[in-house]
């Protein structure tokens, strides 16, 4: 969940790639309404996963692996505004900046309606 920042939501290893480890974020805030704060708590949650990853927090997960690549998926409950793929795309930049080799995807997810 997007509010627990010191948590990491979903971790594998990408299936087709073994040196890929795939963390996820689940957002299930809609993005209609208090967009800064939601961005906010966004950048949060993706600096935590950062840092997890720069300090290899996932060796007590997967010990014994290496890994040459890393992404993050986020899984959004609603479409995100502009201001939000604006930011994404900034956040990925400064990622390929710092030569970080972590990718940035999202998905919008819909919430099961039954």
């Known amino acids: 969940m997007i509010y627990e920042f010191e948590k990491i939501d979903l971790l594998t290893v990408n299936k087709g790639n073994p040196l890929e480890l795939c963390l996820g974020?689940?957002?299930?805030?809609?993005?209609?309404?208090?967009?800064?704060?939601?961005?906010?708590?966004l950048q949060e949650k993706l600096n935590n996963y950062v840092t997890y990853i720069i300090n290899k927090g996932y060796e007590s997960v997967v010990s014994g692996r290496e890994f040459n690549s890393f992404s993050i998926n986020?899984?959004?409950?609603?479409?995100?505004?502009?201001?939000?793929?604006?930011?994404?795309?900034?956040?990925?930049?400064?990622?390929?900046?710092?030569?970080?080799?972590?990718?940035?995807?999202?998905?919008?997810?819909?919430?099961?309606?039954?």
Do not use: G, M, N
């Open 25 to 41: 974020i689940s957002d299930e805030i809609q993005w209609k309404h208090h967009i800064e704060e939601h961005l906010l708590l």
């Open 74 to 114: 986020i899984y959004f409950a609603s479409t995100p505004d502009e201001k939000a793929i604006s930011f994404l795309q900034s956040f990925q930049d400064v990622l390929l900046q710092d030569e970080l080799p972590i990718r940035i995807t999202c998905e919008v997810v819909e919430p099961d309606s039954q």
